[in-house]
């Protein structure tokens, strides 16, 4: 069995910046991809950013482009999400992600077998 960890949200400021951490353990096989996503108050949950294990292409979202960072995390299997210049509209609870690769549907939840318990990120201001 696969646990993933997340850690690393708070109440920040708009402008501020939060690193969030995931961590898996147990029996992992292989990793497609880790993805991180977020479900903000009233909304359905969404993508935010993927990174593929094996060469660690990145994909993210729009909205986030420029301002957050996938990196290779300490650990056996870890990621970190960079996020910088925050607005009130990052506020949610944050989800990363393990699933197979999938080129086409890397994007969509239903890829994705092992989930973090989330991590809650709020606007302070």
């Known amino acids: 069995q696969v646990q993933l960890v997340e850690s690393g949200g708070g109440a920040v400021q708009a402008g501020g910046s939060l690193r969030l951490s995931c961590v898996a353990s147990g029996h992992i096989f292989s990793i497609g991809r880790v993805a991180w996503f977020r479900q903000a108050p009233g909304k359905e949950r969404a993508i935010v950013a993927v990174?593929?294990?094996?060469?660690?292409?990145?994909y993210y979202t729009d909205s986030v482009k420029g301002r957050f960072t996938l990196s290779r995390g300490v650990g056996k299997v870890a990621v970190t999400l960079q996020m910088n210049r925050l607005k009130p509209d990052d506020t949610a609870v944050y989800y990363c992600?393990?699933?197979?690769?999938?080129?086409?549907?890397?994007?969509?939840?239903?890829?994705?077998?092992?989930w973090g318990q989330g991590t809650k990120v709020r606007d302070s201001s």
């Open positions: 992600a393990i699933g197979p690769s999938n080129e086409l549907h890397y994007k969509r939840d239903s890829n994705y077998v092992n």
């Open positions: 990174y593929r294990w094996y060469d660690g292409d990145t």
